[in-house]
């Protein structure tokens, strides 16, 4: 079927479905394929259930005529997506780096959705299914869209790029994250700057923290450029601390602003500070911009200040690499919180530095002092010292319930695959 074609059908059935456990009636049902599993089985039942159609790449599934054949579905999935995306005269804000992507995106969402109908990525659906969906959800009502971007090798943000068609762009960072797929630090610069290239040769908008210099360094030959960080930028501002929460201080002319957050740690000043940048360069006012910073609240385990019983927790465990681990800890060993506990969890796709990181990781530990160290993954094996280790968060959440902290301030950090939250839900709220 002709594209074009296709995109009419969307126009008509606008939902776009790819698991038959979430379907809804009068969607388009896209037959992806897994590495154990193959969509084009379950079309008869996603027709069934409701859907108006399903996209299928093998005529064998083709049951009726609402089975629409197509040689490859998630390239038709990723060029309807691309299609839909050129109808839209709207700014397209590309998000990538390798920590704090998704805490930008929730903040710049906030920041432009204060003034403008803004639809951004949900959840973390930011890889080669995920970019497409979230184009194909951007209504012909919304005035902004903050596309998150992630990638763990060479090329991708490329190809996400080609989809997405941003006109801004943001690389948060770049650090040691996807080691394994990157090929260490200069791999990964390489590999984000793929978004910095794509805006260089189209003539779009880069956001750009001043603080860090090698993103300077990366975006050379970008004209369109918009500055910030804490001097010798466009926007400045200071971060200054208030107990375990960030406020940023921003004078832009006269007195003082103060934009308190309820973001823990003093490593999220660039996040808040990118989203500042946005909404002024977007026309936001400076006090439009506090309110809606100072409105978010996290809660999916990013930067997520809880407390359960006499405990003070900061949950931080949905994403961690070198960089995201030393900044986490080392803030948290400088806090005045009492009683401090770190519960670590291993960190992903290190690749062949996984024992020389971990190694780094427990000595930078011993630098501090703690009330306890509870360590969880088989990237600790061998390498834990004299602290407590667990070979996964199952067996750690036993130990917590048997030895509860009380009093204590525990910071909980670890890559998604830890599953460092079955700790906390091991805590009682006595």
């Not at 896209?30 to 093998?58: C, H, T």
């Not at 780096?97 to 995106?105: F, I």
């Not at 920041?111 to 930011?126: D, E, F, K, W």
């Not at 700057?193 to 260089?200: A, H, V």
Request: aromatic share 8%; with cysteine; charged share 15%.
């Amino acid at each position: 079927m002709q594209l074009e074609l296709l995109y009419k059908l969307y126009l008509q059935h606008p939902t776009i479905l790819t698991d038959t456990r979430k379907i809804v009636a009068g969607g388009i049902f896209f037959a992806l394929k897994g590495d154990n599993f193959d969509g084009n089985r379950f079309a008869a039942q996603a027709l069934a259930a409701g859907a108006a159609y399903a996209v299928i790449d093998n005529e064998t599934f083709a049951t009726n005529e609402r089975c629409i054949v197509v040689d490859n579905v998630l390239v038709t999935l990723q060029q309807l997506a691309n299609y839909h995306r050129q109808q839209l005269n709207v700014p397209v804000i590309a998000i990538t780096g390798s920590n704090g992507k998704t805490t930008t995106k929730e903040l710049v969402a906030a920041v432009l959705g204060s003034r403008y109908i803004t639809y951004a990525t949900t959840g973390n659906l930011n890889n080669h299914i995920g970019v497409p969906l979230t184009l194909l959800k951007i209504g012909q009502d919304v005035q902004m869209a903050v596309v998150e971007m992630g990638a763990n090798h060479q090329k991708e943000i490329e190809g996400y790029c080609r989809v997405a068609a941003p006109t801004h762009g943001i690389i948060t960072n770049c650090g040691k994250a996807h080691i394994e797929g990157f090929g260490g630090v200069e791999g990964v610069r390489k590999g984000k700057g793929e978004l910095y290239d794509y805006l260089r040769a189209n003539g779009g908008v880069a956001f750009i923290n001043t603080d860090l210099d090698y993103l300077l360094q990366m975006a050379n030959g970008i004209s369109n450029r918009i500055t910030y960080g804490t001097a010798n930028a466009m926007y400045t501002g200071q971060p200054k601390m208030n107990g375990v929460f960030l406020s940023v201080i921003m004078q832009p002319e006269g007195a003082a602003i103060a934009i308190d957050t309820n973001l823990v740690g003093e490593y999220n000043f660039p996040n808040v500070m990118t989203a500042i940048a946005v909404g002024l360069h977007f026309g936001i006012p400076l006090q439009e911009i506090k309110r809606a910073i100072e409105a978010y609240a996290p809660d999916n385990s990013r930067s997520q200040w809880m407390q359960k019983g006499s405990n003070k927790i900061i949950l931080d465990a949905y994403n961690a690499n070198p960089t995201s681990m030393s900044a986490a800890i080392l803030n948290f060993a400088s806090s005045g919180l009492p009683g401090k506990v770190l519960w670590i969890g291993g960190m992903k796709e290190m690749g062949d530095a996984e024992l020389q990181e971990h190694k780094d990781l427990v000595s930078l530990i011993g630098q501090c002092t703690w009330d306890n160290v509870v360590l969880v993954g088989a990237e600790f094996r061998g390498v834990q010292g004299n602290y407590i280790w667990f070979d996964n968060s199952a067996a750690a959440a036993t130990y917590v319930k048997a030895n509860p902290p009380k009093n204590s301030s525990i910071l909980v950090k670890g890559s998604r695959g830890s599953k460092m939250e079955v700790m906390v839900d091991a805590l009682s709220n006595e």
